[in-house]
């Protein structure tokens, strides 16, 4: 992929950081919502938080999962700091993507669950299985907002490869730039 050029860049980042947020947010809330429906006494404030919990994970986890995945990838691709070439963007690149993907299939089904039993009047079997996800979603992503900002690790095989290509050009275009002869300046006009 071409590199992206800077306004284009520094938009989609700024679309990036805020779907991400959004995303850690709804986790927070989720997180906030299995809690109160695991611990309180009163069934209504339990049927409330999972029906909330159901609102929230159909209209919000699809969009901010897979809107922070594709704009991480297209930055990742877009610039320089590429998809393999730094550890620290493989590793986000793979926990996004299994965070994304359990977030769809597994916990989102698990809130559909949820609500259909506090539909039926009937109390959540396992309500610990609506705490834990968030609770590791969670740690994830305050995890890769930390490494996004501290960009810790060194490159990857490929980036070292990347990175001695670029020097190996940069030397060559510069013996070929002194080996060119130049024409003599006249000082006359």
């Given at each position: 992929?071409?590199?992206?050029?800077?306004?284009?860049?520094?938009?989609?980042?700024?679309?990036?950081?805020?779907?991400?947020?959004?995303?850690?947010?709804?986790?927070?809330?989720?997180?906030?919502?299995?809690?109160?429906?695991?611990?309180?006494?009163?069934?209504?404030?339990?049927?409330?938080?999972?029906?909330?919990?159901?609102?929230?994970?159909?209209?919000?986890?699809?969009?901010?999962?897979?809107?922070?995945?594709?704009?991480?990838?297209?930055?990742?691709?877009?610039?320089?700091?590429?998809?393999?070439?730094?550890?620290?963007?493989?590793?986000?690149?793979?926990?996004?993507?299994?965070?994304?993907?359990?977030?769809?299939?597994?916990?989102?089904?698990?809130?559909?669950?949820?609500?259909?039993?506090?539909?039926?009047g009937h109390p959540v079997?396992?309500?610990?299985?609506?705490?834990?996800?968030?609770?590791?979603?969670l740690s994830l992503y305050?995890?890769?907002?930390?490494?996004?900002?501290?960009?810790?690790?060194?490159?990857?095989?490929?980036?070292?490869?990347?990175?001695?290509?670029r020097a190996a050009r940069?030397?060559?275009?510069?013996?070929?730039?002194?080996?060119?002869?130049?024409?003599?300046?006249?000082?006359?006009?």
């Open positions: 992929m071409r590199e992206l050029r800077r306004p284009v860049r520094r938009a989609l980042l700024v679309g990036h950081v805020v779907v991400s947020v959004g995303w850690l947010g709804l986790t927070l809330c989720l997180l906030v919502l299995g809690i109160a429906g695991a611990t309180t006494d009163s069934a209504a404030t339990a049927e409330a938080a999972y029906r909330a919990m159901k609102i929230f994970g159909d209209w919000l986890i699809a969009p901010l999962a897979l809107t922070t995945f594709a704009s991480g990838l297209v930055l990742s691709l877009g610039t320089p700091w590429g998809l393999a070439r730094h550890w620290w963007v493989y590793v986000k690149f793979w926990l996004t993507l299994g965070a994304g993907l359990a977030s769809l299939f597994l916990f989102r089904a698990g809130i559909d669950n949820a609500a259909a039993e506090v539909a039926a079997s396992d309500p610990a299985s609506l705490v834990a996800p968030p609770v590791v979603s305050l995890f890769m907002t930390a490494i996004s900002v501290l960009k810790p690790w060194r490159l990857t095989r490929r980036g070292r490869a990347a990175r001695a290509a940069a030397v060559r275009t510069s013996k070929t730039a002194r080996a060119t002869p130049r024409a003599p300046v006249s000082l006359r006009s």
